[in-house]
């Protein structure tokens, strides 16, 4: 239901300055708790002053203007003696709250009256001129102890709308005193409580939309709130209705989701509708920054959400890589391109390194691409810095841990892989296996020294990789040991490789490096077309097991492990 005013004399005030004000009882809102404002006569913008009797430590909230305060005070001489009033709770600093100080100071008479307000609403509400002394929430813990265990809590909402704006809640009844917050023009200024939500948020949003710098501030202040009072019984705004505690919680999550700072998108041209599209883009833009995790992802978000708005149908994201030039995701490729953004489109440029750009094609020729919506969007890519710099930090990450797993799995001498990776590699349905030795290594090493014999190696990993097949591929064991993997080999295949490489190591030069100045090797054959139920170490100690064979047979010499036992050597 609706509570209306009570109104037993519907007639002008004969104060000069409240001309346009209509005389009503004040209303009790909850258990001493009254609404005491003043309601003005065609004006949707109404505000509200709260009073909370509590003796001879009762609190005035948001006092209001020259235009309500004898009305407020008229109220306040019906319901106590004016003595009573201990505090002057000012949410922030704005003229319709505090411009009414200078009269208070004229009729409240106790010495200890003081206006409760936070350090920087009161760096302006001291020029009022008031003559009260200053209560700072902050230096007080954010809390008013009140007489019979009664207290006023405080929480910071900053920059809704003022940087220091606060909101009030009374432990007596549970009543949240919202400032701006909740507030809301007004269609009937008859109406003072309203249990309608979608009403509430009706009458909220051109004003949240007007007053609240943005979707994010309102969404955290509104969170600081609910996390510091889990018991709200009922919403005291100093604009709009009063919200029952049957709606709280609805009303809570409808402003929550209510887009805000539009007159921020534009510099000249109000029109609400065209900005309140923009925000809307805005808003999924942000979104997007939250969810997506890929530049293709990413610009494929901003490609559609700003194609809704009928401002393009193509974009680009572009980030010149350190060390890799640019790269340039696109809405038409499902791949990056190592190339600059398309020339001739709007080109949003990021300040900063490394250097970023988002490019914008027009949607359509007839229309030129919106200013307003190209500097949302512009605002929109800068807020990208930090996901770029993820990417980065992504990148790099990637780049580093490649170089370690190549560290790890590469033989550092002759670039071949290592131990570690032949028992990371994945193995093929078939292969077979190459195990060689180089013949009397340890005389190079002995005659020539260890210098001589590690460019030895370099040259054997060389011969090596230009004997085997494309695919094949090459591991340094240890010492002069080496291995073969070539997947899909038959013993047939494996013969003529070995062979190949065995020929090939003949025609190193090796003069001053090695005795005589050639080198011969021995090589092992194995292979699953043999032993089709073998794994991998029973073909490895095959392959190792016709390596020794080979050695023993006179070495320079291939030997296949068909035939053999294990238990043979």
């Not at 019979?148 to 606060?166: I, K, S, V, W």
């Not at 919200?243 to 209510?258: C, E």
């Not at 009928?310 to 391109?337: F, I, K, Y």
């Not at 090796?510 to 043999?530: D, H, K, Q």
Request: contains cysteine; negative net charge.
């Amino acid at each position: 239901m609706d509570r209306s005013f009570h109104r037993p004399c519907d007639q002008a005030s004969t104060h000069p300055a409240d001309t346009a004000a209509l005389r009503e009882d004040p209303v009790e809102i909850a258990p001493g708790v009254w609404w005491v404002g003043v309601r003005l006569a065609h004006d949707h913008f109404q505000c509200h002053t709260y009073f909370i009797a509590n003796g001879s430590d009762s609190v005035l909230i948001d006092p209001g203007s020259p235009l309500t305060i004898e009305g407020t005070l008229a109220k306040l001489r019906a319901i106590t003696d004016l003595d009573a009033i201990r505090w002057l709770v000012c949410h922030h600093s704005d003229p319709d709250i505090c411009a009414a100080l200078p009269r208070l100071g004229q009729v409240l008479t106790r010495p200890d009256v003081q206006v409760v307000t936070e350090w920087r609403a009161n760096a302006l509400i001291r020029h009022y001129g008031h003559g009260f002394s200053t209560y700072l929430v902050e230096q007080h813990g954010w809390c008013l102890p009140l007489a019979g265990d009664r207290r006023l809590e405080f929480q910071l909402t900053p920059y809704l709308h003022f940087p220091g704006a606060m909101v009030s809640h009374d432990s007596g009844t549970g009543t949240l005193f919202s400032s701006d917050l909740f507030g809301g023009f007004v269609p009937d200024s008859n109406v003072l409580e309203s249990d309608d939500a979608a009403y509430i948020i009706e009458n909220a949003r051109p004003f949240h939309q007007h007053y609240m710098p943005s979707r994010e501030l309102l969404s955290a202040g509104l969170a600081r709130i609910r996390s510091r009072w889990s018991r709200i019984e009922r919403i005291a705004p100093q604009h709009g209705h009063i919200v029952p505690a049957a709606i709280v919680d609805q009303v809570f999550h409808a402003l929550g989701a209510m887009e805000c700072g539009v007159y921020c998108l534009a510099d000249a041209d109000l029109d609400l509708k065209r900005l309140l599209r923009i925000a809307e883009a805005r808003r999924r833009l942000q979104e997007a920054l939250i969810h997506q995790s890929s530049p293709l992802g990413m610009v494929r978000a901003i490609g559609h959400i700003l194609d809704a708005t009928g401002q393009t149908n193509a974009c680009e994201l572009a980030v010149r890589m350190p060390g890799d030039g640019w790269t340039t995701w696109s809405t038409q490729a499902d791949h990056p391109e190592r190339r600059e953004p398309t020339p001739g489109w709007h080109h949003i440029c990021l300040t900063g390194e490394p250097a970023m750009v988002l490019a914008i094609r027009d949607g359509a020729a007839a229309t030129p691409f919106d200013p307003d919506m190209e500097r949302m969007v512009r605002d929109f890519a800068e807020s990208m810095r930090p996901w770029v710099e993820h990417l980065l930090e992504d990148q790099r990450h990637a780049h580093e841990v490649a170089a370690l797993n190549t560290a790890a799995h590469c033989d550092p001498l002759t670039g071949l892989a290592n131990r570690r990776a032949l028992e990371a590699a994945p193995l093929p349905a078939s292969y077979a296996l190459i195990e060689l030795d180089l013949d009397h290594f340890k005389q190079i090493n002995d005659s020539f020294g260890h210098d001589a014999g590690d460019r030895v190696l370099r040259q054997v990993a060389r011969v090596l990789m230009d004997s085997v097949r494309e695919n094949d591929r090459t591991f340094r064991l240890g010492g002069e040991e080496f291995l073969v993997l070539l997947p899909e080999a038959d013993r047939a295949t494996a013969l003529r490789v070995a062979e190949r490489i065995r020929l090939s190591m003949h025609g190193l030069d090796l003069r001053g490096e090695a005795p005589g100045g050639r080198l011969t090797v021995s090589l092992g054959v194995s292979t699953t077309a043999a032993e089709p139920t073998a794994d991998f170490p029973r073909m490895m100690a095959l392959a190792d097991r016709a390596l020794y064979a080979a050695k023993a047979a006179g070495r320079d010499r291939v030997r296949v492990a068909d035939g053999l036992s294990l238990s043979s050597r």
